[in-house]
């Protein structure tokens, strides 16, 4: 039996974050080059869209490239960039036909131009899109996304279009990459890292978490299934005790 069997639709989360890690691991343990597994982590990708429409998922954030992964060599950033181009513009008629909305959260601004033609338009064409929204966290770092939600307050508050006394937590979220966004009920992190790696540190604050040993070519629609079935039996308090959330 699959476990989306097992699921219970009603307890689907609405916004599922995943952290796709492994994939350089993956192609080595296959003596192939690391470029190798980010192709077949592509399809992971693929397959996990599907699965978490098929489920009732409202809000699925995939990330993709972190503002640290400029770091790596350029061979293998020039790479991942141009493999991001090819499946947005490959996979933009299939969000159309299927109603969902792509987004883009991170510091766009250090995108080659043709890569960020290529997101810009699959955002565009997709914005009225009622369905399933993919945000693709791209370039993203969270620091450096709370950093700027600082200077833009700052910016009103100076400009005197702000009060500091308005300032409370709605207001910050508005002005992170993620305004508009309910935060993640559950964070998945393949390949057996446990840290959160620069990802939506404020968001995250009442996330459930998820760490899995498998690698994220091998996350497929039957791991992403055991994972929601996973954070079905859970019990979310919120601070307060079990007692109190069955009245
Ligand atoms: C995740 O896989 C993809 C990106 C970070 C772009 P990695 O490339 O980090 O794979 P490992 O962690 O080296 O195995
Ligand atoms: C995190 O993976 C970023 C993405 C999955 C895109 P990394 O492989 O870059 O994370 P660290 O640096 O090992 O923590
Ligand atoms: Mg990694």
Same mark, same amino acid.
């Given at each position: 039996m699959s476990f989306k069997d097992k699921l219970d639709l009603k307890k689907v989360p609405q916004h599922v974050a995943i952290i796709m890690d492994g994939n350089g691991r993956w192609a080595r343990q296959r003596n192939k080059d690391r470029i190798f597994g980010h192709r077949e982590g592509v399809k992971s990708a693929k397959e996990v869209v599907e699965a978490a429409g098929e489920i009732g998922v409202k809000y699925l954030t995939l990330y993709a490239f972190s503002s640290e992964n400029w770091q790596r060599p350029e061979h293998e950033v020039k790479a991942l960039m141009q493999l991001l181009v090819q499946e947005i513009t490959e996979e933009l008629d299939r969000f159309k036909k299927e109603n969902l909305q792509l987004k883009v959260i991170g510091d766009l601004s250090r995108l080659d131009q043709d890569v960020y033609n290529a997101v810009q338009k699959a955002i565009d064409e997709t914005? =009225? =899109?009622?369905g399933m929204t993919i945000i693709i966290a791209l370039s993203y770092g969270s620091r450096q996304e709370i950093v700027n939600a600082v200077r833009q307050i700052a910016q009103k508050v100076k400009e005197g279009r702000l009060e500091v006394s308005q300032i409370n937590e709605q207001v910050f979220a508005n002005h992170l990459y993620t305004a508009g966004i309910p935060d993640p009920d559950f964070l998945i992190r393949t390949s057996g890292e446990l840290r959160i790696s620069n990802f939506l540190l404020w968001q995250l604050s009442y996330t459930e978490l998820y760490f899995t040993k498998v690698l994220w070519p091998d996350f497929r629609k039957e791991q992403f299934f055991e994972a929601i079935y996973n954070f079905q039996q859970r019990e979310r308090r919120y601070g307060k005790t079990s007692e109190q959330l069955e009245n």
């Open positions: 914005s =009225n =899109n009622t």
